[in-house]
Structures are given as C-alpha cells and as structure tokens.
C-alpha cells in the first residue's frame, strides 16, 4: 500500500471497535493506506507527536468521523484545531481539500455547523454504524477525488485513479461471487443434510445400508442380490447399469459420506 492515498481517521476512541475499525478494514480491502493510532502508535512513542507530525501532517486526506462520542473528545478537537491551523497556513481557509467530514447523523451536522461551520461547506456525508456498501462506495469515491483535486488533476493522476476505482470494482464483484459460492454451498449442504436425514430415518434402507463397505468397494452389483436396491432406486442413491447390474450415482456417494461421516 505504499504507493497508496495516505489517509488519517479522527475519531474518538469511544468509536473504535464497533464503528470504525470496520471502516478502516474496508478502506484496506480497498487498497487505501490507512494511519490508524491503533497501529502505528508503538508503546513508548510520544503520542502528541505520533499523532500530529507523523499521522496529519503526513496524511494526504484526513477523514474527520463525527459522532455523539467524538462530540465529547478533546483529542478529536485538538486534531480539528491541528487541521484547521495547518490548512489555514497554506492559505487554504475556504477550500479544505484534505478534509472530509462524516457524521454518524443529521444532529451530529448540526451541531457542527454551529462549532466549526467551515467543517460542513461540503454536501452532508452521512455514515451510521450500520452503513452500507452504498455509502462505503461514496466515501471511498470522495478520498480519490479530494486526493485527484491536491494532485493537480494530471493525467497520470486520472490514470491512477481509474486504476483504482478498477481494482476497487474487480475486488468487489470478487467478493460478491464468493459470498454468493459459499450461500449456495451452505444452503445446499443443509438440503443435503435434511435429505439423507429423512432417508436414514424412514428405515426403508435399512438392509441396503448394512452392506455399504460390499456396494462402496464394488460400486457396480447386481441388484436383485441386495435387498432394498429398489428403494435405493427410487431415492436416486442407484442407477440401472448394464443388464442385471445397478451402479452408485454421485448422489449416493454423497448419501454414503454424509452415512459414514455421522456414524
């Protein structure tokens, strides 16, 4: 991630493991270089300057998270009051590119507005706890185009972002496939389950079982020579082969296992 937008996350300590740790793992997974005090403050390092010299001053976005919490925090006002300064110095009192804003809700902006109204000039970014790939999709959308505006808007900048926003979308249809693989897989198996379950139960394969090892090792036999073939039949475990002879479909094989894995 080096070659990656540098991002700082402002937030309040009281926000860390049910709102944004979870935002800054899906920021990761998207290929955004996050400065998280979690990770980068060491035990022992000065934590003023961690924070300040090492994580804003650095940071080529800073993401300012606004909750009821960060409301509360003196360290989250001491990193706006840092932010605001710095901006202020580059001449920059109107147009605070490196900032973005984000509140947990409507009140959290307008209580805002009124203690640094230079904080809300933007379109509200709204972002609850249980936000969605929607709104993940907006933030990450708004750090490359704070990013692209600092950059000076060149073409190797566009080329770069593009690149971006194509690993983004590649990664996600990824993870769609596979969240969709393993439902299928889940909702399957437990078909399966619920299936052989009522075979085992109902006491029709009773004979044909207790002479599994004969038909897994033979796989093709004759049927007439087991009792229960027919019913075997009739739930799909065998199929006719040739003449006399019956043979072990795939879904047979799967009965066996599931047999043999539950025994």
């Not at 606004?66 to 901006?87: A, G, M, N, P």
């Not at 972002?127 to 933030?139: R, T, V």
């Not at 299936?195 to 004759?222: H, M, N, P, W």
Request: hydrophobic content about 35%; some cysteine.
């Amino acid at each position: 991630m080096a070659n990656s937008v540098l991002v700082f996350v402002s937030h309040s300590s009281d926000d860390k493991e049910d709102y944004i740790e979870p935002i800054v793992q899906d920021l990761e997974d998207c290929y955004i270089n996050v400065w998280f005090d979690k990770r980068k403050i060491l035990p022992g390092n000065n934590l003023r300057k961690s924070i300040f010299r090492d994580g804003l001053d650095k940071a080529d976005i800073a993401l300012l998270f606004f909750t009821k919490q960060s409301l509360q925090s003196s360290w989250v006002d001491r990193e706006i009051k840092h932010v605001l300064r710095e901006e202020s110095k580059k001449g920059n009192n109107f147009d605070l590119n490196k900032i973005i804003s984000i509140f947990d809700s409507t009140e959290t902006y307008e209580t805002i507005s009124d203690r640094y109204p230079e904080l809300t000039d933007d379109l509200l970014h709204l972002m609850p706890k249980d936000y969605s790939k929607n709104d993940l999709g907006q933030l990450i959308s708004a750090i490359w185009s704070k990013y692209l505006d600092l950059q000076g808007g060149d073409i190797e900048t566009q080329k770069q972002l593009l690149a971006k926003d194509k690993e983004i979308f590649q990664k996600d249809k990824e993870i769609s496939a596979l969240n969709n693989s393993l439902s299928q897989v889940k909702t399957k198996s437990t078909s399966d389950d619920d299936l052989f379950s009522k075979y085992l139960s109902s006491g029709k394969l009773q004979d044909f079982i207790a002479r599994k090892d004969e038909i897994l090792i033979a796989g093709t036999f004759v049927g007439r020579e087991f009792s229960g073939t027919n019913v075997a039949m009739a739930f799909g475990i065998v199929e006719k082969g040739s003449g006399t002879l019956v043979k072990l479909t795939p879904k047979g094989i799967k009965f066996f296992e599931w047999l043999l894995l539950n025994e």
